[in-house]
């Protein structure tokens, strides 16, 4: 029987590991790319040993240390894992100017809120808020960032649907929220990058589970045809880390739409949590 394949070193971990075992102008080298790791991606040999201050040898002597057969193989992997979204491959080694960032930030919020919305159709935001609505139950997940979002969809939600419920809660398993779902539930996953590996294996089980399911993520994922819908929402980011204003915007769409689909049992909800507050005193 064939034992699984070790996986791969991380570009990252190579250099790390033989940083002690290095020729001190290697040792520079290695010690500007672990400042700034994406400049691999981006540059070619000759302008790499430029900025960092070796020679070209030096650059082909350092990737072969680290096991890359030519300089383009180490390149190639180096784009791979700056796609993963890692915020250290995204940092850029020149630093923006105090001036233009928030002007920077502005506009790519607004182009990736465009970018959203004009692939997002009325018909869908309104099926998918009546099937909220009309659930069972609604789960919400995510990871790592994309947790906090689920936490605030389910915030949000929980003004109009009493049985949402984000998971898995903390000390708990994916197994035992997935066996509690069935055909009458919907599940809202946001997938958006760094994406864990078994985030495919988690959403396999909940399809089996017959529930609707929503999948949420950054424009880098491809179509998925297994979920009842998969919404894309753009995260480009000039900076290290993703821009989720339209994300934001998705959740504040799909909630507004359940408010205003829900009727007079929606509008009764909201009148009675409002009561609730000002017999508690809260605001």
Known sequence: MKSPSAPVPSFLTRLRDSLNSLHPTEKRLA??????????????????????????????????????????????????????GSPLFLAGRLAVSPGSTLGEHLEQGLENLRWTFARLAENDVNAIALRMLGARKVWVTGFRSSQSLASYLRVQLFQVKEDVQVFPSPGGTFGEYIASMGAADMVVVFGLRRRPAR????????????????????????????????????????????NHAAVVALCHALVNSAIELSGHPGRERLAAIEARHDALGEF
């Open 31 to 84: 010690e500007f790319l672990l400042d700034f790791p994406g400049e691999l991606a981006s540059y070619s040999a000759s302008e790499l040993a430029q900025l960092s201050g070796v020679s070209n040898a030096t650059v082909t002597r350092l990737v072969r240390r680290l096991g890359y057969s030519t300089f383009d193989a180490a390149r190639r992997h180096v784009r791979e894992e700056k796609n993963s």
């Open 199 to 242: 985030l495919r294996a988690i959403l396999a089980q909940l399809v089996q589970t017959g529930a609707s399911v929503l999948y949420i993520t950054d424009e880098k994922v491809a179509r998925q045809t297994d979920v009842t819908w998969h919404l894309q929402c753009a995260c480009a980011s000039t900076h290290p880390f993703d």
